[in-house]
């Protein structure tokens, strides 16, 4: 079981708790310890948003955080479809589309839609319909 916490991200295996978070100097890639919006995708990797509206993934195999190919954004909401595929929602009304590498796990930005308010869920719903289209969703 996976928590997002004030205090980082914790595991808990059925017996202890293992705590993941960002001490000064270390090399984990994460920005904030205050965690919120946690999700798993299909390659068992941990989607989080961070307090400061950053969205990470954390690879358990790793054991790092790396934040998503995107500069200058603040995140208002998460979506990680069945098909590997993430969208994130922005306070401007941008949504980014992050595709991953099933092979390699490569994190790539996909499409990146639209400043207007209305346009966010009428292409929220376009794109699930293109990943429906693809397979997106068996």
Not at 23 to 52: A, M, T
Request: aromatic share 14%.
């Amino acid at each position: 079981m996976w928590f997002a916490t004030w205090d980082g991200l914790y595991k808990f295996d059925g017996y202890t708790f293992k705590n993941y978070k960002a001490h000064p100097g270390d090399s984990i890639g994460l920005s904030n310890n205050r965690l919120d919006n946690i999700k798993e995708d299909k390659y068992g990797c941990i989607w989080v948003q961070s307090y400061d509206h950053q969205i990470y993934r954390f690879n358990p195999k790793t054991e790092l955080f790396q934040a998503i190919p995107y500069k200058n954004y603040l995140s208002q909401s998460l979506y990680v479809l069945p098909c590997g595929d993430v969208w994130v929602v922005t306070t401007q009304n941008e949504l980014i589309h992050i595709t991953i590498h099933p092979e390699n796990g490569d994190m790539k930005q996909g499409r990146q839609l639209g400043k207007a308010a209305l346009a966010v869920p009428q292409a929220l719903i376009q794109c699930q319909k293109d990943d429906l289209r693809r397979g997106c969703f068996d």
